[in-house]
């Protein structure tokens, strides 16, 4: 018998599978402006209705967030995870998200897999009106390090207005920074979390008190998308930033003006219980903890302090967290 595609480790008609399973649910989330079909080589979406549009695009991965995904054999909150992530990067200058396009490569392909994936993708892409318009998986035997390793990666593109994009330009010391809740860790420092815990189906099914749930659970939870929330809030809003990798420290600074700073006071927000637990377990120091994780704040939104009240009271979860100030120094976060 001569050798195939499939005994060299690639599957078509596995791939061809999960294609099937998957058409039904990426057409759920098609817009009126979509105008190929599933399955078409290209994405085709009709861009109307804007006077002086602006393109926003934005790309990133879920990182080894999938390897605990792996060892708790649940596959249907990754997709939320990297939809989200993409959707808040580029709602930060006000856009409104489009459509999105998914990359799946995996060690070996599994059809169920790949629908539980594509069953988040689609659910937070329906949430916030986001077409799903294309993708791509990949079997590529070899290059993971077990069959059962892959990788998600996600591209967004949204528009706004040129003359409604939001870039902190506005800002001005003695402006409020109010911080929204995250629901965890995100998607961010799982590396860390990884080399303090293992990632050992016994070591995520551990209960813990102060979590309420186990492990894994806790780490799986959803990264939290905020452009619902937000959106009506845009007049009030001079900047916005993504607490991703980097943390406060590293993010907050990418929105404010030459010459400023954000001063954090730590005690106008509660951290949830697992960044103690992590670092505790992992001996971690604090100023670490706020570079790697988002320590309980997914969105910081920069404001005149006369609109905060429109703020918080639209928002009963926002806190008022700190405040722009003159910088002083190399250091443009200060958490106290």
Known sequence: MGETY?????????????????GKLVRSTLRPEVLSGVGFFGGLFEFKGYKNPA?????????TKTKIANAMGKHDTVGIDIVSHCINDIFTCGAEPLFF????????MVPEKVEAIVQGLVKACREVGCALIGGETGEMAGLYATPDDYDLVGF?????????IIMGKNINIGDSLIGLPSSGLHTNGYSLVRKIFGETRAALDTNYPELGRTLGEELLEPHRCYYNQLKP????????????????????????PDG????????????PPIFGLIQQRGNVDRNEMYRVFNMGLG???????????RITEALPEAKVVGEVVKQSGEARTVIE
């Open 55 to 63: 393109l926003v695009s934005s790309i990133d991965q879920v990182g």
């Open 299 to 309: 969105m910081v939104v920069m404001c005149s302090p006369e609109h905060v009240s």
């Open 6 to 22: 499939a005994r060299a480790g690639v599957d078509i008609d596995a791939k061809d599978r999960a294609i099937e399973r998957i």
């Open 260 to 271: 400023m700073a954000a001063h954090f006071d730590s005690r106008t927000w509660a951290v």
């Open 101 to 108: 396009l998914d990359y799946i490569g995996m060690g070996k």
């Open 156 to 164: 967004v593109i949204g528009v706004v207005e040129k003359d409604a």
């Open 233 to 256: 809030l845009l007049p009030y809003i001079k900047g916005m930033a993504h607490i991703t990798g980097g943390g406060l420290i590293e993010n907050v600074p990418r929105v404010l």
